[in-house]
């Protein structure tokens, strides 16, 4: 790809972070919680850069890392989507805008903070998000890609993701003690897991496409490692820039979320290339008979 078409996705890199900035100027309550150290029902200490007066140059160096990297990453995927430039642009917003979005509620449940304020936290990311999705699709995206997507992935991979979501963070919740609401509101835990596993499966259906020409294994690494994993990287570590955290904690949830959503795309791939056999072994055998008929 050439400096100019760069140059335009560094632009479109800035005013979503100005959006972005622009939209959280809105929430008065989170420069509260960083100047009080308060987050809900739990206590965090500001954290260094906080203490420091430094939060604002830090979020903006960590927002143009964090919008830049989606924005690359839509870079590598978009030429092989089947839709038309700002399709592409809005499909892509709209799974990461989302992943953020349900992201942030969690924090309702594990730290305590009013759920309405974190409904409006996740619409602040979510919305620049979106915007620079679709301004992404229109100013970089190609033209339409004949190939259409497959619709197997409909009714195996979300399944499959959502599932192998569930089981990892069950096994970090019990077994590796992350932060959690698991024994104070199992339910209410239950179900945003639940629902950011099967938001995973849909962001891999939306964007499968663009992974068509590698093998499976190559390809649950690719989503789980680089097109999830950055994006979810940088939305867990926002949060220390503001207060004092377990870090290890933090690593700890990306790790298994990652692990497990790229083992849950391997799996579905497995099984659709098994179907794939099956079904193509099926027909051959099948034709010698129609033909002879």
């Keep these: ?3 100019k078409v760069w140059g335009k996705v560094a632009g479109i890199v800035c005013v979503g972070v100005i959006l972005d900035v622009a939209a959280h100027q809105l929430a008065p309550q989170l420069t509260a919680s960083a100047k009080s150290g308060t987050s809900g029902s739990i206590t965090f200490p500001p954290s260094v850069i906080a203490r420091l007066g430094l939060f ?8 143009l890392v964090a919008f830049g990297l989606l924005a690359a990453v839509f870079v590598f995927l978009q030429a092989d989507l089947p839709q038309s430039g700002w399709k592409k642009g809005l499909l892509y917003g709209l ?3 989302g992943l953020w979005y ?8 594990v730290l305590g903070t009013p759920l309405k304020q974190e409904l409006f936290m996740g619409f602040a990311d ?3 998000i979106l915007i620079m999705g679709v301004l992404l699709g229109v100013f970089v995206g190609t033209s339409q890609n004949s ?12 399944p499959c993701i959502a599932f192998c979501y569930l089981v990892g963070r069950y096994i970090a919740y019990i077994s590796l003690h992350i932060q959690s609401a698991y024994t104070t509101n199992p339910l209410g835990t239950f179900l945003w897991t639940l629902v950011m596993g099967v938001w995973i499966g849909i962001i891999y259906w939306f964007l499968e496409s663009g992974l068509k020409n590698v093998s499976t294994i190559k ?3 690719i989503f789980g490692c680089v097109v999830y994993g950055s994006d979810w990287l940088m939305f867990t570590f926002f949060m220390p820039l503001l207060f004092e955290m377990n870090l290890l904690d933090l690593l700890l949830r990306v790790v298994v979320d990652v692990l497990f959503v790229t ?3 391997f799996v579905a791939e497995s099984l659709i290339v098994r179907r794939d056999i099956t079904s193509t072994s099926n027909k051959i055998q099948v034709s010698p008979k129609n033909h002879a008929g």
């Excluded at 604002?56 to 927002?63: G, H, I, K, N, T």
């Excluded at 349900?102 to 449940?109: K, N």
């Excluded at 190939?147 to 979300?158: D, E, G, N």
């Design 147 to 158: 190939l259409l997507r497959q619709a197997r992935a409909t009714a195996i991979v979300i």
């Design 1 to 3: 790809m050439n400096p």
């Design 102 to 109: 349900i992201g942030m509620l969690e924090a309702s449940l």
């Design 219 to 221: 390809r649950a690494v």
């Design 263 to 265: 083992i849950g795309v």
């Design 56 to 63: 604002v140059p830090v979020f903006l160096v960590f927002a």
């Design 95 to 97: 799974s990461f805008g």
């Design 126 to 128: 979510a919305l620049p």
